[in-house]
């Protein structure tokens, strides 16, 4: 069974801080990980994936994620904070034998930008 | 194109009324996929179609939730009756049938059971 922890379902950074937002994944098999955002009042959207290429993937609004194996880990950073980056991040993992699997998902980080 | 849609945004019904959600994945996509947040909790996953079959709902809580992929195209879940603890935002999600493992979501449904 896959699972996957978030620390900190609550983190607040400055305005031009570091952004790091922690994810933590067990799996039996070599997973596919994904951060999803949530803005308020809309749906979820894909931030950035790990599909088994680089191991340092870049995503949408100057985020990116680095996968460590040996950490079991994916967290997400983001060198220089925007007030515009309010919203609640999800870390994600599915099972990458034939793709198209169910998604396991944390519990969810709300970010707030302190101005 | 247009993204996965759901209907209604908002549900306030009381317990043992029947609600059901509607979902229009993104046209073509052959995945579709239905999760739910309860107050603040994980997402989690109730249960993934394949066209119109059911390809896995282990997720799904018990046997008041039914849902339906008829002709492989929209998606509705039922709740009957339905109970305080099925409040939650419902999601829908839709990806293509092979080579892309991003999933869609739609904006979900946020169902209140008084």
């Known amino acids: 069974a896959q699972s996957v922890t978030q620390l900190g379902s609550h983190v607040s950074v400055s305005e031009g801080a570091l952004v790091l937002l922690r994810c933590n994944y067990s799996?039996?098999?070599?997973?596919?990980l994904f951060w999803y955002v949530q803005y308020p009042n809309q749906g979820l959207q894909l931030l950035l994936k790990y599909t088994s290429a680089a191991t340092l993937v870049k995503g949408i609004n100057g985020f990116e994620a680095e996968f460590k194996k040996s950490e079991t880990s994916f967290h997400l950073t983001k060198p220089s904070a925007h007030m515009s980056d309010a919203a609640e991040y999800f870390c994600?993992?599915?099972?990458?034998?034939?793709?198209?699997?169910?998604?396991?998902f944390g519990t969810g980080t709300r970010l707030t930008i302190i101005p | 194109e247009a993204g996965v849609t759901q209907f209604p945004s908002h549900s306030v019904i009381e317990k043992g009324q029947t609600v059901t959600l509607r979902c229009d994945p993104i046209?073509?996509?052959?995945?579709l996929y239905w999760y739910r947040r309860v107050m603040g909790k994980e997402i989690k996953f109730l249960l993934h179609?394949?066209?119109?079959?059911?390809?896995?709902e282990s997720g799904m809580p018990n046997n008041r939730f039914l849902a339906e992929r008829t002709g492989g195209t929209y998606s509705t879940l039922k709740v009957q009756p339905a109970e305080l603890e099925d409040s939650g935002v419902y999601f829908c999600?839709?990806?293509?049938?092979?080579?892309?493992?991003?999933?869609?979501f739609g904006p979900g449904t946020r169902l209140l059971v008084l």
């Open positions: 046209s073509g996509h052959d995945n």
């Open positions: 994600a993992v599915s099972e990458s034998n034939f793709g198209n699997e169910k998604l396991t």
């Open positions: 179609f394949v066209k119109e079959s059911k390809q896995d």
């Open positions: 999600a839709s990806s293509p049938l092979q080579g892309e493992e991003t999933q869609y």
């Open positions: 799996s039996s098999v070599p997973p596919y």
